[in-house]
């Protein structure tokens, strides 16, 4: 993710001396493979730093480069061009997968920009120590009770009508709460597109926010089902 | 690399865990293509041939295939099968396994090696046995084309972790086969399946569904087909699932049975279970088709263990395994994002699909007959794979038009991580990721002077590394010495097209190309590999030979055979005594040759034989046909007998009125 590039990407292209962008992975000439690059996600599929982002688009370009570059198009080539289309379709590949996903997007581009992100290469084991939001404190501390009381239950094997409706309650609230997130990315995604250097500082620093308390939020909804998937077996 | 010559054919090979082929693309259709004996298919089965303790070559030789079964029955400690499914593994990993098939490991594998099958003395690593059937199919396709053939594509299942995918490459190099690309084996099908209805096609942006249940592995994969290019979306499976357990499912209740009702325990006994099990084959197969079958043993107390199997008993008894399917195919359809009625086809591959069933499960998964739909069978199930994988070889050997516009787009069955502080993992390149796919991530040193790191990289979906799969330990050497948590090393993580990890990495403050030591966790080194391939270099010679005079016995057998029928013939009257005595010393002398190695004796003996019975194939050709047809010998005149007696002959060219 992110590669820090040690290597620049030739000004020309190695089979037909044609004049390249930094970042081709593509001659725009004679199509060869270029040498790999330290193209980002977004230049690797000639597009704008934008997060309003047109998906089918992105997948008949996703389509269009793989036949180009894929290594099973290259299987008789030189060695150099093998490793070349290998590297350039991981690449290729990894920059679709962020981009497809608004999330992935959201944070990739927050990345480039510069800005730290809580998880980031914390894989996805869960940080028990997260602060919760300020705004949610005492509903996460009353949900946190209840998700005790009911695992509790369920080792003593006892059964509690009424805590189980008050968690799928708390479950349907949370999930409220997340899909607002959700609503407030896309506008403030929609502004950091639109706006100048100042606004987009401005926008990127409040979804740097919002990632945070969506991540948040999302585990509280994982461990909720969690507990209510096994009191349904 | 040299440039593309038309001689340079890439074949398509399935190494299955019961049945190998090899097939490549005809024009723009693909072709299996048969074994010496005229079958398409190779059982999965090696045996070590007996050598005569006498014999000047000392030098092991195996048979391969069809040749191998008997050794089975009657040799089972010098032969294999389903070896696929230790594939890549370790000790610990195959415990299972051990108590349900006959594998005879070294005594002396230790937990993390490389696991060693015995063969009468000798010990074979899984890639070496899996390279005998490589080189057998490659054998058979070079007879084929009369040239030679070192480029391949090769199937794997498509849950197989990379250790596995290592070995199955490495059993390639070993066989003297370049490995050109590994692909999954319902990802070739679907390919197959493609192909075979370009003209139709499947319809645009359709969602296609494999179901794939072979003799050891199953996988369920989803794919999305667009304009030529064959995208997976998900995939799931179980390496260790397949038609073998339900083998062993009704060997184990008749074992049971034969123990409870006739006071015998043939668990010890080798060469009982092998023919015990082939019997319990053949009525699964015929339960695929008839309402019962029967098992009928003799036993050796001469006792017989007769037994009715109903289709509903045999049902009730392997619904835990095919149930076992069920799982995979949801996970893959849940990360796929569909539901069972957006899957417009659905392909089925793999023997295991014969059985109704299996039939009955799938169609309830994927609400098939609910909304009108049939799966797909129209391709023979044990050979989809393998002509996939021909239609995947004419691909990247770019040698056939009709080819030129496919691509696949594959994925990585399993997700990729590093194990971090406290032995929990953290994921680099999730499940279900488009191949290739890379990761880079950032370590640095905890001590100062520190100058190496060690990595754990793991496979698998559990949150704990001793819950996943260890790939390999990778040790970064050399780190100049810095303070503590200064140095900044750069691992770049690559999964290749085939699914198989590569890994470099850089101290980024000096740019030093830092050295890695690679300890795969159950895989073999490349000069471990190597001597594997020099050995069977070595063998090559006498490989050849042992095949010739494995010909040479079968063709001694044959005339032997012939001649001990011919007594009864009324021809047999028509011969002297001098010539009756001289069949009988040929006969004598062809049988005392035929035990031993000396292929030039035996043919010289077959040849004396033919020549001694020449008088008496003319006159049986004399009295049971009429009008002469001189200078048959023995052989050809039972031939001809026997094709008078029987059919017109196969290839007679068609008469017309």
């Known amino acids: 993710m992110g590669t820090t590039s040690t290597t620049s990407a030739p000004a020309a292209c190695w089979a037909c001396n044609a004049a390249l962008e930094n970042s081709a992975v593509l001659c725009p000439v004679c199509s060869k493979v270029q040498p790999a690059s330290g193209a980002d996600y977004f230049q690797v599929f000639g597009l704008d730093r934008k997060l309003n982002l047109n998906t089918p688009e992105l997948e008949r370009e996703f389509h269009r480069l793989s036949r180009k570059l894929h290594p099973d198009r290259f299987a008789r080539a030189s060695a150099h061009e093998q490793e070349w289309s290998l590297a350039n379709t991981a690449l290729l590949n990894d920059a679709y997968r962020t981009l497809r996903d608004p999330l992935q997007r959201t944070e990739y581009l927050l990345k480039l920009t510069g800005l730290k992100i809580g998880e980031e290469n914390a894989g996805s084991g869960k940080s028990p120590d997260r602060q919760p939001p300020a705004d949610l404190l005492e509903e996460v501390f009353e949900l946190n009770m209840q998700l005790e009381e009911m695992r509790m239950n369920q080792k003593m094997g006892e059964e509690d009508p009424i805590l189980l409706r008050d968690l799928t309650q708390a479950r349907t609230n949370f999930e409220g709460l997340l899909a607002g997130v959700d609503n407030d990315l896309a506008a403030e995604g929609a502004k950091w597109d639109a706006g100048n250097a100042e606004a987009k500082d401005k926008a990127a620093n409040s979804m740097a926010m919002l990632l945070e308390r969506r991540r948040y939020l999302r585990n509280l909804v994982r461990d909720v089902n969690e507990v209510l998937t096994t009191a349904v077996i | ?657």
Request: glycine fraction near 8%; charge should be negative; proline fraction near 5%.
């Open chain 2, 1 to 657: 690399m040299p440039e593309e010559q038309p001689k340079d054919r890439v074949v398509g090979i399935d190494l299955g865990t019961t049945n190998s082929l090899v097939a490549y693309m005809e024009g723009d259709t693909p072709v299996v293509i048969p074994g010496v004996d005229g079958s398409n298919l190779v059982p999965s089965i090696v045996a070590l041939d007996v050598v005569d303790p006498n014999a000047e070559s000392t030098k092991p030789t195996v048979t391969v295939g069809n040749a191998a079964s008997r050794s089975l029955i009657e040799n089972p400690e010098r032969a294999i099968y389903s070896v696929k499914r230790l594939m890549g593994r370790g000790l610990e990993d195959v415990e299972e396994e051990l108590k349900l098939f006959p594998f005879r490991l070294a005594d002396d594998i230790q937990s993390g090696e490389v696991l060693r099958i015995r063969l009468g003395d000798l010990h074979f690593t899984p890639p070496e046995i899996s390279a005998y059937i490589l080189r057998q199919l490659k054998r058979n396709a070079e007879r084929y084309f009369g040239a030679a053939v070192t480029k391949a594509v090769i199937t794997v299942p498509a849950y197989f972790n990379d250790a596995q995918r290592q070995a199955t490459r490495d059993a390639g190099r070993m066989a003297g086969l370049d490995v050109l690309r590994l692909v999954n084996e319902p990802t070739a099908a679907a390919l197959a399946y493609g192909l075979d209805r370009a003209k139709e096609g499947y319809r645009e942006g359709s969602t296609v569904a494999v179901y794939d249940l072979g003799g050891g592995t199953f996988d369920v994969s989803i794919l999305k087909l667009n304009d030529g290019i064959f995208e997976v979306i998900a995939t799931n499976g179980d390496t260790h699932l397949g038609g073998d357990d339900i083998d062993n499912l009704l060997l184990a209740v008749a074992l049971d049975e034969i123990k409870s009702d006739f006071g015998v325990d043939l668990r010890p006994h080798a060469d009982a279970i092998q023919a015990l099990r082939k019997a319990v084959i053949e009525a699964k197969i015929t339960l695929s088709s008839q309402p019962v079958a029967t098992l009928d043993i003799e036993l050796p107390n001469n006792q017989r263990y007769q037994r009715e199997i109903p289709r509903e008993v045999y049902e009730q008894l392997i619904q835990s395994v095919l149930e076992r399917t069920a799982g995979p195919c949801k996970q893959a359809l849940a990360d796929a994002g569909v539901t069972p009625d957006q899957i417009e086809e659905l392909v089925l591959v793999g023997g295991s699909t014969r059985i109704p069933a299996v039939r009955k499960l799938v169609d309830d998964l994927f609400q098939l007959s609910a909304r009108g739909k049939k799966p797909h069978t129209e391709l023979n199930p044990d050979e989809v794979v393998a002509l996939g994988a021909a239609v995947q070889a004419s691909i990247l050997a770019g040698s056939s038009k009709t080819t030129d516009e496919l691509l696949l787009l594959d994925v990585t069955p399993l997700s990729l991580g590093i194990e971090a502080l406290g032995g929990v993992v953290a994921r680099i390149i999730q499940r279900n990721s488009t191949i290739p796919a890379s990761a880079t991530e950032h370590f640095t040193t905890g001590v100062d002077g520190q100058t190496n790191v060690a990595i754990h990289v793991l496979q698998g979906e559990r949150e704990l590394a001793k819950d996943c799969r260890s790939l390999a330990r990778f040790d970064l050497k050399g780190i100049p010495p810095m303070t503590a948590g200064l140095p900044r090393i750069e691992v770049k993580f690559l999964i290749d097209a085939n699914g198989i990890l590569q890994v470099t990495a850089r101290e980024q403050r000096s740019g030093l190309e830092a050295a890695i030591e690679v300890k795969p966790t159950y895989g073999l080194t490349d000069e471990q590999v190597e001597t594997m391939i020099l050995d069977s270099f070595d063998n090559a010679e006498t490989d050849f030979e042992a095949r010739q005079l494995i010909e040479a016995r079968l063709d001694a057998e044959n005339i032997l055979d012939k001649v001990a029928k011919a007594p009864a013939s009324p021809a047999w009257q028509m011969i002297s005594e001098a010539e009756i005595a001289a069949i009988d010393a040929a006969v004598a002398h062809l049988k005392a040759v035929a035990q031993g190695n000396d292929l030039a004796a035996i043919r010289t003996a077959s040849t004396a034989l033919d020549q001694a019975t020449r008088n008496l194939a003319e006159k049986m050709m004399e009295t049971a046909v009429s009008g002469a047809m001189r200078g048959k010998t023995m052989q050809t005149a039972s031939d001809d007998l026997g094709e008078a007696v029987n059919a017109p002959h196969p290839f007679a060219p068609a008469e017309f009125k």
